[in-house]
T-cell receptor
Framework: NAGVTQTPKFQVLKTGQSMTLQCAQD?????MSWYRQDPGMGLRLIHY???????DQGEVPNGYNVSRSTTEDFPLRLLSAAPSQTSVYFC????????????FGPGTRLTVL | DQQVKQNSPSLSVQEGRISILNCDYT??????FLWYKKYPAEGPTFLIS?????DKNEDGRFTVFLNKSAKHLSLHIVPSQPGDSAVYFC?????????????FGPGTSLSVIP
């Protein structure tokens, strides 16, 4: 099993550009989530999904969109990148609710100029 | 305002000694707590958890203590090893009201000195 994979590992964008961060898991987990990690802030939940076709907002959803068309994939879309979105992004999955162990991907480091 | 606080950004401990990482929370609705460990350039990995119905949970060298009245939990690592050097995140879930959301603290960077 590859676990949770994220692409790309690094990305530089200009303000106003759009992009999609990819996340995939091969463990047949129902729950998936996106976090961003900023210095001194820990991990903050952006969006999450409890199953295919179901998504909801976390703590910091503004500026991001998600969809969950399959169990395996949970892409995160930045519609119009802003410098405030410079961060490290982590995708995670768990078999059930997040009280179960969450398995994190290796992260995507995004810089918005 | 942060609901989960880890007031020590960093901690240094000698190999073989005890490491104590602290975490405080403000939301009395939190009733499930987790610790995650993160190495540089990797995603966090689950370490240990505790439910609010318990005050202690052990897993090998790792023990988590929960003091609900003080809204405080701590992670003890005994004995500390150089491989334990990492950032440790405390996290909490308000299981009854919003069991899909995990709130993380800012993390404590632990350095275990050989």
């Amino acid at each position: 099993n590859a676990g949770v994979t994220q692409t790309p590992k690094f990305q530089v964008l200009k303000t106003g550009q759009s992009m999609t961060l990819q996340c995939a898991q091969d463990m047949n987990h129902e729950y998936m989530s996106w976090y961003r990690q900023d210095p001194g802030m820990g991990l903050r939940l952006i969006h999450y999904s409890v199953g295919a076709g179901i998504t909801d907002q976390g703590e910091v959803p503004n500026g991001y969109n998600v969809s969950r068309s399959t169990t395996e994939d949970f892409p995160l879309r930045l519609l119009s990148a802003a410098p405030s979105q410079t961060s490290v992004y982590f995708c995670a999955s768990s078999p059930g609710r997040p009280g179960d162990t969450q398995y994190f991907g290796p992260g995507t480091r995004l810089t918005v100029l | 305002d942060q609901q989960v606080k880890q007031n020590s950004p960093s901690l240094s401990v000698q190999e073989g000694r005890i490491s104590i990482l602290n975490c405080d929370y403000t939301n009395s609705m939190f009733d499930y707590f987790l610790w995650y460990k993160k190495y540089p350039a990797e995603g966090p990995t689950f370490l240990i958890s505790i439910s609010s119905i318990k005050d202690k949970n052990e897993d090998g060298r790792f023990t988590v203590f929960l003091n609900k009245s003080a809204k405080h939990l701590s992670l003890h690592i005994v004995p500390s090893q150089p491989g334990d050097s990492a950032v440790y995140f405390c996290a909490a879930i308000p299981w009854v009201t919003s069991y899909d959301k995990v709130i993380f603290g800012p993390g404590t960077s632990l350095s275990v000195i050989p």
